[in-house]
């Protein structure tokens, strides 16, 4: 789509421009897109005898008192009467002239929101309008759109610019075309693009403001569901490009599979085995694998990437783990050393910390090929590491990074003709439904089954006031042998605040607990205190561990049989289900005490509920994404999808299924409209997808 700059439109200059730039508006074409958050309706006069409370109305009538009044605060207190009723307008903010226009017999109209103040119905601070004499002044013929805006643009400038695009549309001067065939829009069922454009930004009197509120007209249903379309077409175009490259194929075996299970102290799931039977089927293909394995906390996915490793390694070639903090990379690296020294196996440790001469040797041994696994922090994808032959990427807790950094990979074959296999690994159970949308661009496979003998977690939430019982708890788990974790979690977003708080928590606990040895991680520590801290607890020489959720992901420590977790009511359930999976890892009962601050609002009440009853990770996922969003489940930039417009993925949850299909039916029946598509909805922003 062409762009016809804003400074086009008169009156814009570079400060409206950069204002309209803030509303992620770049052309004429795009202020068409901005729809509004909602609308008022100006289009008719009610009745003061009708009035109700937290509505807004437009009423007209005649001025009977203005008096400045002293309540708690001074005010102007004007009382309006039409042949219904009485109201009144109160100003707390006002100018002798102001006063001055209300004088006994005026005739106003006014449009505000009715509140039930001292005097009956009241009006604080209303737009108004004085009435001459005779004048029935005409009401407004449509809706009133209220758009998003910013600093220094005020709706009616807005809704004046808005109205210029319009008719520069209309004499022909700009144009949005229709992009969907229209075949595939009567199958659909989706009105045209203009009429739902018009719709929006001058919707009629009689327009459903309660259907549009919940943003379910067809009008929105329709641009809500191009919008999902584009970025499915966007995700789709970026693993059609990485696919187009070459990717070594994997299907050496030499043996190097059976010798590490049966090394192993355990056998592999059922669902273990089938996850690696796909991810088999994938290696052995030319193309490059784009996989993502979701597994709940403690399903065993480590050992899964090991063996997709080793096919890498067995078939002559490189294979390397990124973890997404040094932690978790330190703890995989212990893993795999201890699992692939034992056969031969080389694997370098490469974290953005490691400097000078270690750091040298173990680049050098990625790029001659010495070493043939890499494990490390997403330092190993920087510029100057080299790889001799990598055909595996493996990539953990993808969440924490970006479609970006996954990515970049692609430029690490370094064989300079391929491409390598990508294995994503994600404990955060994506609901189904965004996993499509979010990942749309890989292949899923899921390990929906716990090792045996794994006992479920019992979970009990008590309140605060009864910490020296929770204490007692600590005390009674330490003196069996067992280890506990205390969690503080972030109080007001402020970091600093919570390490705080987790010093002083450690401090009391310490006092409480003389007899046992405890430590503290928080994330405003050096990574190599906290590495040797973690260190100490896995060793069994802390007994109890005070942690901000830096340790939410991934730290496996079995003898761990009790977490208490602070103020649980301020985390979502998916970040507390995966704090609770840090625990439960052996085979003795496991707790975890939801130390709650009463009073519990209802609805963390419930969510606390739903953690209680159940320790499947998906069912929680789901009932976290309705009672929270999609935004803070995935988190605002895990989605790997860049913000949406209009349409809202759990409003909208409903069309992702017809986006699939109406996908599928586009590349097929026209699929040079896909482009212009993607174009319209990421612009820029696609391009930022397809580049890497
Ligand atoms: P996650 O999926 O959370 O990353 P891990 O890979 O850390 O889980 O595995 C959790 C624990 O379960 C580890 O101690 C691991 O050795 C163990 N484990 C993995 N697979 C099995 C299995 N099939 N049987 C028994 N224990 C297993
Ligand atoms: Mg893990």
Request: proline residues 5%.
């Amino acid at each position: 789509m062409s762009i016809t700059p804003l400074d086009s439109l008169a009156g814009v200059g570079p400060a409206m421009a950069e204002r309209l730039a803030r509303l992620q508006l770049a052309g004429v074409e795009d202020l068409l897109f901005h729809l509004p958050l909602r609308y008022q309706d100006r289009t008719r006069v009610t009745p003061i005898a009708t009035l109700k409370p937290g509505r807004e109305a437009v009423i007209e009538g005649e001025v009977t008192a203005a008096d400045i009044v002293q309540g708690r605060r001074r005010s102007l207190l004007v009382r309006l009467r039409d042949g219904s009723g009485i109201a009144s307008l109160r100003f707390f903010h006002f100018s002798p002239a102001q006063k001055g226009q209300f004088s006994r017999g005026t005739r106003l109209r006014l449009f505000g929101e009715a509140r039930t103040g001292s005097t009956g119905l009241e009006f604080y601070h209303p737009e108004y309008r004085l009435l001459r004499d005779d004048a029935a002044a005409e009401v407004e013929e449509t809706l009133t759109p209220i758009y998003p805006t910013t600093e220094g643009l005020a709706q009616p400038r807005l809704r004046a610019l808005i109205v210029q695009a319009f008719e520069r549309l209309d004499s022909g001067d700009i144009s949005v075309e229709e992009r969907l065939p229209d075949g595939l829009r009567s199958r659909f069922r989706l009105p045209a693009l203009r009429e739902c454009l018009d719709y929006l930004h001058f919707p009629p009197p009689d327009a459903p403001l309660e259907t549009l509120a919940e943003g379910a007209h067809p009008a929105q249903r329709r641009l809500a569901l191009e919008e999902l379309l584009a970025h499915q077409l966007s995700l789709h175009r970026v693993r059609l490009d990485i696919q187009r490259d070459a990717a070594p194929e994997l299907n050496a075996s030499n043996g190097l599979a059976s010798r590490f299970l049966t090394r192993l102290p355990f056998s592999l799931t059922g669902a273990q085995r089938r996850v690696l039977t796909e991810i088999g089927g994938d290696l052995a293909r030319a193309t490059p694998m784009l996989r993502l394995v979701q597994g709940d906390v403690g399903s065993g996915k480590t050992v899964v990437a090991a063996m997709a490793m080793l096919a890498a390694v067995a078939g002559g070639y490189q294979a390397a783990l990124m973890a997404p903090t040094e932690l978790l990379a330190e703890q995989h690296y212990r893993s795999l050393k201890g699992w692939f020294e034992p056969l031969g196996i080389d694997v370098a440790w490469l974290s953005g910390k490691l400097k000078g001469k270690a750091r040298l040797d173990a680049k050098a041994r990625l790029s001659e090929g010495r070493a043939q696994v890499a494990v490390g922090t997403h330092a190993l994808f920087q510029e100057d590491v080299h790889f001799h032959r990598l055909a595996l990427a493996v990539i953990d807790e993808q969440h924490r990074f970006g479609v970006h950094q996954r990515l970049a990979l692609r430029q690490k074959g370094e064989t300079g003709t391929t491409t390598p296999h990508q294995l994503i690994m994600t404990a955060t159970p994506i609901p189904r439904t965004l996993a499509m949308s979010a990942y749309a661009d890989l292949d899923v496979s899921m390990i929906d089954e716990l090792p045996p003998g794994r006992t479920p977690v019992k979970t009990v939430a008590v309140a605060d006031e009864r910490r020296s019982e929770v204490t007692e708890r600590i005390r009674n788990a330490c003196l069996e042998g067992r280890q506990a974790y205390w969690v503080c979690t972030l109080i007001e977003e402020s970091e600093a605040l919570t390490c705080q708080a987790a010093e002083v928590t450690r401090d009391t606990l310490t006092e409480a607990l003389p007899e046992f040895a405890v430590g503290l991680v928080h994330g405003r520590m050096k990574s190599a205190e906290k590495a040797e801290v973690m260190a100490a607890f896995r060793d069994g020489e802390l007994d109890l561990l005070v942690a901000t959720t830096v340790i939410e992901v991934g730290v496996d420590v079995p003898n761990a049989s009790l977490m208490i977790i602070e103020n649980p009511e301020r985390l979502g359930l998916a970040q507390l289900h995966q704090l609770r999976g840090r625990v439960g890892r052996g085979s003795v009962e496991s707790f975890c005490v939801l130390l709650y601050h009463p009073p519990l609002s209802d609805s963390s009440r419930e969510r606390l509920g739903v953690l209680r009853e159940s320790s499947d990770g998906f069912r929680i996922a789901e009932r976290d994404l309705e009672l929270r969003g999609p935004g803070e489940v995935l988190g605002t930039r895990q989605t790997g999808l860049v913000g949406m417009k209009i349409a809202d993925l759990s409003r909208d949850r409903d069309l992702l299924e017809r986006v699939r299909e109406l996908s599928r039916a586009l590349l097929e029946e026209a699929p040079e409209a896909a482009e212009p598509l993607v174009q319209r909805w990421l612009g820029d922003a696609a391009g930022r997808y397809g580049q890497v």
